[in-house]
Structures are given as C-alpha cells and as structure tokens.
C-alpha cells in the first residue's frame, strides 16, 4: 500500500512538473541579435522550439515549420534587425518596445494591436486556410462519414478561429490560390510563398513502373477524417486488385480505428505502417513501390506531406484544398466522392509505362524547383523586401552572416 502511494505522489508530481514546465515554455521569449549594428526589432509569433536546441542536436524534420520559422529569424537578422521569438499561444506577452515587423500566426497579434507602435508593420503568417474554412470542412467530413457509415468521430484539427488578418497590413500565405482565396475577404494584400521540405530525395532510377502501377500511397499527420483516410478505406476495401499503403499516425485516434478496424487491420490490399520517419530507408522503400499519393484532404495552407512525396517521385492524386499545385503530371479531385477517387486511381494506373515514369519525373521535378529550402530563403527575402518597399522603409541591407545569442 505504501509502495502504491509513493508512486502515485510521484506521478502526480511528474504531471504537475510538467505542466509548469509546458507553461514556462509557452510564456518565454527568445531574443536573438545581428552582427552587425541593430536598425530595429522584429517581433515573430510562432514557435520557439528551434532556438532552444542543444548543440549535438538536430532541427526536427516531422514539420517543415522548424526549419522555416528558423529561417524566417534568420531573414531578419541578415537584415540588420534584432528578432524577439515567442510563441503563437503566449497568454501573456504584451510589446514593450517598438517593432518595425510584427510576424503572426495565430492570436498574439489582435492582442498586441493596441500596445505596437503605429508604425509597425503587421504581417500575418497564413500557414494554414483561414480556421474558419478549415474547421468547417472538417465537420462536413465528420458529417458526411456519419451519415455514410452511421459513426460519430471526435474533430482532430479544430483550431479556435483568430483575426489576425483582419489586424494585420499584409499576410503571406503558404499555399496557391485554394490557400489565398480563403482570405481574399479581408481585402488585405496577399504574398504567396511555397512550403518547403525537409528531406530531398534522388531520381529513384530502378524504380519498377509496371510492378508498382497498382500500388498507392496515403501519407499524412494526424486528423485522419480531415486527411480524407475514411474516404480511402472505403474505397481501397471496393477495389481488391489496387493497394494502398497507410503512412501516418492512426494509433494516436482510437475512435477511428475502432470504426475502421477491419479495414486498416483485416484487409488483404489494405497495409497500415503507421507513423514512419521520413528519412528512413523504410519510406523510401515504400514510396519506391507505390506508383502515386491519394491525398483527399478536406483543408490545408500547402500539405507539407504532398510536398515531400513529390519530391519522392510520386504521382499526385490530390483534392483541390491540400494546396499544391499538379498541373500536367497529376490529378486535382473536385469533390472527392468515393466514385470521383475510384476513377482517378483506375485512370494512373492504367496509364503506359513511359506515361507514368514522364508523371513521375515531372512530379520530382516540380518539387526540387518549387518546393526547396533555397526557393522559400529567396522568396521570403524578396516579400519582406516588396513589402518594405510598400511601406517606405530602406532595404539597401548587406546580407551578413550571423550568431544567433540565445537569452531566455
């Protein structure tokens, strides 16, 4: 008895320790300086975790956010300015000095609004379709799967509407015209920028385009009722001659997989992996295997997963809110109905062996010219650079090199 009482104190005590710690973190703000002599500060709202890294540690690749909020701070620091990063929930912050930009994601900035300088340049980070498109087609997917096969799920990817791009001057968006088009009510000057990746993939030579012309792919994070997985259950389950292979966090929604159980566990051309990290040998084997991605999401800014099996070789089957772009070298679902999903999959794959290598190499090749660490570097700098422009604001800046200093 006694024993089960310590461990139950000290469970406790875990919890609350992290808990305080979680709180700590999400109230911190990290200030980092240029070499050179400072021309003003940079408020950038969004997430902090890439600047507290330990040195023998590496950026995560499980979102390409890491990388591009890093970057961002970096954009800034080149420029000449001294970048203050917390993160998008912060409860508490409240400006206590003037900022030149102010960078948003989420809520901190209609918060802030009345305590900036008049002067400051608020750009809001659209990195997803504006939330009130993006929770409602969610529950038109939950609805429509209720309806269909009598099940209620819980909503995975609701996310309290803001107004950051009613405060703000401008907003750059990542994403194409979906994306944009969902904020072109605000009537604020919009600024496309492409997501990036965090892994590049080589050509995959000896890939078997005959052997693997059945065999699909979905990849995706978690919300897998907004990431249109129910959809393709229904439909791989119909079609016993096509495969698909499921690369995502299904065990992390146990009301989905009690609903589709048989389908993920107990279906012969139905192969769930789970979640798999994308720099491993294991994905690529996948992704050397299947011929296309089916991607039905219901809501994205610009899927970072469809971005990363682009650059895997494979052919797209997308609906038209993942956010990328396919042109000639795959296919954009209009409505995404089971019959809809069915004839695109059937339509690649029936295709001759030199059509879908062509496919498949124009997919690849689309990624590495839009999609790269070096295009969001250049493209992000030329927006700031427009939007300075806009406001009046000097840009004849070197760009120097720098030494982010860390003070929590």
Same mark, same amino acid.
């Given at each position: 008895?006694?024993?089960?009482?310590?461990?139950?104190?000290?469970?406790?005590?875990?919890?609350?320790?992290?808990?305080?710690?979680?709180?700590?973190?999400?109230?911190?703000?990290?200030?980092?300086?240029?070499?050179?002599?400072?021309? *003003?500060?940079?408020?950038?709202?969004?997430? $902090?975790?890439?600047?507290?890294?330990? $040195?023998?540690?590496?950026?995560?690749?499980? =979102?390409?956010?890491?990388?591009?909020?890093?970057?961002?701070?970096?954009?800034?620091?080149?420029?000449?300015?001294?970048?203050?990063?917390?993160?998008?929930?912060?409860?508490?912050?409240?400006?206590?000095?003037?900022?030149?930009?102010?960078?948003?994601? #989420?809520?901190?900035?209609? #918060?802030?609004?009345? /305590?900036?300088?008049?002067?400051?340049?608020?750009?809001?980070?659209?990195?997803?379709?504006?939330?009130?498109?993006?929770?409602?087609?969610?529950?038109?997917?939950?609805?429509?799967?209720?309806?269909?096969?009598?099940?209620?799920?819980?909503?995975?990817?609701?996310?309290?509407?803001?107004?950051?791009?009613?405060?703000?001057?401008?907003?750059?968006?990542?994403?194409?015209?979906?994306?944009?088009?969902?904020?072109?009510?605000?009537?604020?000057?919009?600024?496309?920028?492409?997501?990036?990746?965090?892994?590049?993939?080589?050509?995959?030579?000896?890939?078997?385009?005959?052997?693997?012309?059945?065999?699909?792919?979905?990849?995706?994070?978690?919300?897998?009722?907004?990431?249109?997985?129910?959809?393709?259950?229904?439909?791989?389950?119909?079609?016993?001659?096509? =495969?698909?292979?499921?690369?995502?966090? $299904?065990?992390?929604?146990?009301?989905?997989?009690?609903?589709?159980?048989?389908?993920?566990?107990?279906?012969?051309?139905?192969?769930?992996? *789970?979640?798999?990290?994308?720099?491993?040998?294991?994905?690529?084997?996948?992704?050397?295997?299947?011929? *296309?991605?089916?991607?039905?999401?219901?809501?994205? *800014?610009?899927?970072?997963?469809?971005?990363?099996?682009?650059?895997?070789?494979?052919?797209?089957?997308?609906?038209?809110?993942?956010?990328?772009?396919?042109?000639?070298?795959?296919?954009?679902?209009?409505?995404?109905?089971?019959?809809?999903?069915?004839?695109?999959?059937?339509?690649?794959?029936?295709?001759?062996?030199?059509?879908?290598?062509?496919?498949?190499?124009?997919?690849?090749?689309?990624?590495?010219?839009?999609?790269?660490?070096?295009?969001?570097?250049?493209?992000?700098?030329?927006?700031?650079?427009?939007?300075?422009?806009? /406001?009046?604001?000097?840009?004849?800046?070197?760009?120097?090199?720098?030494?982010?200093?860390?003070?929590?």
């Amino acid at each position: 008895m006694q024993i089960n009482v310590i461990s139950g104190v000290k469970s406790t005590v875990a919890v609350l320790a992290g808990k305080i710690q979680a709180r700590m973190q999400r109230r911190m703000m990290v200030s980092l300086k240029p070499e050179q002599r400072a021309i *003003g500060n940079v408020l950038i709202s969004y997430i $902090v975790e890439p600047f507290l890294l330990k $040195v023998d540690e590496s950026l995560p690749v499980s =979102h390409t956010h890491y990388w591009e909020c890093l970057q961002i701070a970096k954009t800034f620091l080149e420029m000449g300015y001294c970048v203050d990063v917390i993160r998008c929930d912060n409860d508490v912050f409240i400006p206590q000095k003037d900022y030149v930009f102010f960078i948003e994601t #989420r809520w901190n900035l209609q #918060r802030s609004t009345p /305590h900036l300088n008049k002067d400051c340049i608020k750009i809001f980070h659209a990195d997803t379709a504006h939330l009130l498109f993006h929770n409602a087609a969610e529950a038109n997917r939950l609805l429509a799967l209720q309806q269909r096969r009598g099940i209620t799920l819980k909503p995975r990817r609701y996310e309290p509407p803001n107004q950051a791009i009613e405060h703000a001057d401008c907003a750059i968006v990542l994403g194409n015209k979906f994306t944009l088009n969902t904020y072109k009510y605000a009537q604020k000057p919009l600024y496309p920028i492409p997501i990036t990746t965090p892994v590049v993939y080589p050509w995959p030579e000896n890939k078997n385009f005959d052997a693997c012309r059945k065999h699909f792919v979905w990849f995706s994070s978690g919300g897998l009722v907004h990431k249109g997985l129910d959809l393709l259950l229904d439909v791989f389950s119909q079609m016993s001659d096509y =495969h698909l292979t499921i690369c995502g966090p $299904v065990d992390k929604e146990e009301d989905f997989v009690q609903a589709f159980y048989k389908e993920l566990y107990q279906t012969p051309n139905i192969h769930t992996v *789970g979640w798999i990290d994308i720099t491993s040998h294991r994905f690529r084997e996948i992704t050397n295997s299947c011929i *296309g991605l089916v991607y039905p999401s219901c809501s994205e *800014g610009q899927s970072g997963a469809v971005v990363t099996c682009l650059h895997a070789g494979l052919i797209p089957i997308l609906s038209y809110e993942s956010g990328v772009d396919v042109h000639n070298f795959g296919v954009i679902l209009q409505e995404c109905s089971i019959t809809e999903i069915k004839e695109a999959i059937i339509r690649i794959s029936c295709l001759s062996i030199a059509q879908l290598k062509l496919m498949a190499q124009q997919s690849w090749e689309y990624a590495r010219a839009h999609h790269t660490k070096e295009k969001f570097r250049t493209t992000y700098l030329q927006t700031i650079n427009t939007i300075q422009e806009n /406001h009046n604001i000097e840009t004849t800046l070197p760009v120097l090199n720098t030494r982010l200093i860390h003070k929590n």
